[in-house]
């Protein structure tokens, strides 16, 4: 055999030899070797903050590993997921993130970065469950039925907030009036906050939100919850009803809302696996699942990345037709 030829498959078996040498070493438990940094799309405080902070606390304390927060807002938490989805796919860059970015993002930007469906890899739900339907405690309605009502008496007037446009409360509420039957005005702000603060205000009327967001402004009689957005009531507030069980014309309505946890496509499978094995220990945690349930965000589980990727597909389908009903369109 010629020298150069032996030297040539020389180094081609040295190079596979390399190219093979992650996946053994995270089989044998060397993940992770270093920080693994998790990218977040909103500012300190958000809920995809709240959770992914939980995640890296728990899973570090667990597994001696060390997880860092990395916070990227901007353009509705797709700055972070167009940041990891050009990564390294190896498992030390992962993005905490809500359907905003991972379902609706390409019906709301002309110019996106990236394709949610193929550059990212489902690890798990970090937390997830149905939104409350909250209205200023001045707006004549003290149910669903009520406010449909009063929406379909005058079309085009009622104002609802959101956290921003394509949010999981922007299109829930547009699902709600579609299936109802009323027009309102959206009104799209830079988080949850604003537009909570304004629905006190009373310069929106009512909003789909997290329960944790609002729950010291229903304590305090500011705000009203009319109902809830799941299938099934909230453990923390067994006599506020589903919005179907409000309306029989709304059966079948659902929304939820969740953070997820994704990774860099092509990242290897018992990586992610490894990382939704260990936020499943957590979550059976009696501190977290308490927290979890008192927040309403406990609701929603996904075992396994094959149990997320069928979520998403699901949510996928949902969410599409309704856009399409509400007629968003790209910026």
């Given at each position: ?60 304390e667990a597994t001696g590993g060390s997880f860092v927060v990395d916070n990227k807002p901007g353009a509705g938490g ?64 003290a149910n669903v039925a009520q406010l449909v009502a009063l929406a379909r008496a005058k079309p085009g007037e009622l ?51 997290g329960y944790n967001l609002v729950e010291p402004h229903v304590k305090s009689g500011r705000l009203r919850v009319l ?105």
């Amino acid at each position: 055999m010629p020298a150069s030829r032996s030297r040539r498959q020389a180094l081609l078996a040295l190079s596979a030899w390399g190219c093979g040498f992650a996946a053994p070493s995270l089989a044998q438990g060397g993940y992770p070797a270093k920080p693994v940094r998790i990218l977040v799309g909103v500012n300190a405080g958000g809920a995809a903050d709240l959770f992914a902070r939980t995640f890296a606390q728990k899973v570090g304390e667990a597994t001696g590993g060390s997880f860092v927060v990395d916070n990227k807002p901007g353009a509705g938490g797709t700055l972070a997921a167009d940041a990891a989805a050009k990564a390294a796919p190896d498992g030390y860059t992962l993005v905490a993130a809500a359907p905003t970015a991972m379902i609706v993002a390409p019906w709301l930007y002309k110019q996106l970065g990236y394709a949610p469906a193929t550059d990212f890899t489902p690890v798990t739900v970090l937390a997830g469950g149905p939104l409350v339907l909250v209205v200023n405690a001045e707006l004549a309605a003290a149910n669903v039925a009520q406010l449909v009502a009063l929406a379909r008496a005058k079309p085009g007037e009622l104002a609802f907030g959101s956290g921003g446009q394509g949010s999981a409360g922007h299109l829930t509420t547009e699902m709600l009036a579609s299936m109802a039957g009323f027009k309102a005005v959206h009104v799209p702000y830079k988080g949850e906050g604003q537009a909570i603060n304004d629905l006190l205000g009373g310069q929106v009327k009512l909003m789909f939100t997290g329960y944790n967001l609002v729950e010291p402004h229903v304590k305090s009689g500011r705000l009203r919850v009319l109902a809830i957005s799941g299938k099934t009531r909230l453990p923390s507030l067994p006599n506020v009803p589903t919005v179907q069980e409000s309306m029989p014309a709304l059966a079948g309505f659902e929304s939820l809302g969740w953070i997820g946890l994704f990774a860099p496509a092509r990242t290897p499978p018992e990586v992610t696996h490894w990382l939704a094995a260990k936020w499943r220990d957590v979550r059976q945690q009696p501190d977290i699942v308490a927290r979890f349930e008192a927040m309403g965000m406990g609701m929603l589980v996904t075992p396994t990345p094959e149990d997320f990727a069928a979520l998403l597909k699901s949510e996928t389908t949902r969410w599409q037709k309704v856009i399409a009903s509400a007629g968003v369109k790209p910026e």
